[in-house]
């Protein structure tokens, strides 16, 4: 049995560091897969690639440079052949109770959205395409409007209703530090 404390959770180990000449770099349909898999209670992440997916409240207390340092986020950019982004799984928050809008803020900030989604479809061997579930693009912007918010990217992926019911709001989400 793995131990799961979170000191093995929060660790910054980078995926290089774990699998030399692993580069994680995963489509958007694999990620449905996985976010699938795990509302599902099945598990495609293998023994110890838990790392690469990590659970974070991505709409909590916490910046997302603070996220970033906390997860590791400075020591992937150092290896040379891993990705530049952080993923995780997180819960939405519903602005109320019985409300369907999603509050996105987090520290003094907000994730502001850049579109209203893209469907992500898997048409392989069918002559139809199967949607799979949405992606959304965000950005951050702080209380003010000015400092760390152009600095920070947020693609959230959520799985169409026809194949899991999501009544938790599970997403599962990519954290980009920009560096332009």
């Keep these: 049995m793995e131990d799961n404390n979170i000191a093995t959770i ?5 995926v290089n560091d774990m699998f030399v000449g692993l580069r994680f770099e995963p489509s958007d349909a694999l990620l449905m897969g996985f976010l699938y898999d795990r509302l599902s209670g099945n598990n495609m992440l293998h023994p110890g690639h838990d790392m690469i997916i990590k659970e974070c409240d991505l709409y909590g207390e916490k910046e997302p440079w603070e996220i970033w340092d906390l997860y590791g986020g400075d020591n992937i950019l150092r290896q040379s052949l891993a990705s530049q982004d952080l993923y995780f799984f997180t819960q939405l928050k519903k602005k109320t109770s019985n409300g369907s809008r999603i509050n996105r803020s987090l520290g003094k900030g907000t994730w502001k959205g850049e579109d209203s989604g893209k469907q992500i479809t898997y048409s392989r061997f069918q002559e139809k395409p199967k949607p ?16 760390h918010g152009h600095g920070w990217i947020l693609h959230e992926y959520s799985l169409d209703a026809s194949l899991h019911k999501n009544e938790d709001g599970l997403v599962l989400c990519r954290l980009r530090k920009n560096r332009r």
């Design 10 to 14: 929060a660790s910054p180990v980078s």
């Design 132 to 147: 799979l579930g949405f992606k959304k693009r965000f950005r951050y912007e702080d209380g003010n409007g000015r400092g």
